[in-house]
């Protein structure tokens, strides 16, 4: 039996001369949450692709369940179960009738199927919706159609790929929910997101990437142990924030000052020394802070500290 149920080996995947995945390598252990996290365009979804053989990778191969993607597709694929980024639906057939369409793609039949689609229809909530036909169902409810048709075959290991974008906050609590009892029940799950408290809540272990290379990985806990317990002050400024960031990076005890979406983000081993520094910058430069906001240590400020910018541009 393999000891990880998946394994990323090396790979690289380019378009013309974009690089959208530079060699990257982790593995998911069995009976874990396992998250991805970067900023769009960081190459997450081009290797979940890869790794769920919709891709084929320029270099580097995969094991999903110790079947390689390469030479043994079929038989990794089966061990799979994949909630895409976008849904991969039909919007003139009921919920149930893609959850029979799908059931019958993996093999299922019959009372296994039917009651397999019962099964699934209950675990998302939509048991009372099963009837309702998919192209009048909400963002929020077509994803978890997505997450039961991709759960049918009762895969021993699930991909999801920024499940939760762009639905409302009750869907995005039920499918976060969700993920969390699926891996209570023992299965090992791969999931891609932009949003840092999604991985901080989910996770065992997360890898973050940026720019197609995994930049930073292990437990929550050890990344930010990796900048040195550095606290974040977020502050709104009057005049330029760039200006305002170029001065506060020559103040004792910044280790870095980045502008993000109009405020000053800075980066100290100890904030409640360096703020009164920042007062006296900002008064000798003739501009006014006009608030502050002091952030324990998290995932947005190990992205911050590891490649200068905002997990979020």
Partial sequence: MAENAIEVRELTKAFSDVVAVGGISFEVRRGEVFSLL?????????????????????????????????????????????????????????????????????????????????????????????????????????????????????????????????????????????????????????YTTHYMEEAEELSNRIAIMDKGKVIASGTRDELVRMVG?????????????DKAAEAWRKVTGVSRATVEQGRVAVLAADADAVVPRLFESAAQAGFHISSVDIKEPNLETVFLSLTGRALRD
């Avoid at 909400?138 to 039961?148: D, E, L, Q």
């Avoid at 317990?229 to 924030?241: F, I, K, S, W």
Wanted: hydrophobic share 40%; aromatic share 4%; net charge neutral.
């Fill in 229 to 241: 317990e550095q606290a974040r002050v977020d502050l709104a400024v009057t005049g330029e924030p």
């Fill in 38 to 190: 970067g900023p769009n365009g960081a190459g997450k979804s081009t290797a979940i692709s890869i790794i769920s053989g919709l891709l084929r990778p320029d270099s580097g191969d995969a094991l999903v369940m110790g079947h390689s993607i390469l030479k043994e597709s079929m038989a990794a694929r089966r061990c799979l179960g994949v909630v895409p980024q976008e849904v991969a639906l039909y919007s003139d057939m009921s919920a149930r009738e893609n959850l029979v369409f799908w059931g019958r793609m993996y093999g299922l039949s019959g009372k296994d199927l039917e009651a397999r689609v019962d099964e699934m229809l209950a675990a998302v909530g939509l048991a009372e919706r099963q009837k309702g036909r998919i192209g009048t169902f909400s963002g929020g409810m077509k994803r978890r159609v997505n997450i039961a048709a991709a759960l049918l075959h009762s895969p021993a290991v699930v991909i999801m790929d920024e499940p939760t974008v762009g639905i409302d906050p009750q869907s995005r609590r039920h499918i976060l929910d969700h993920v969390k009892e699926l891996n209570r029940q023992g299965m090992s799950v791969l």
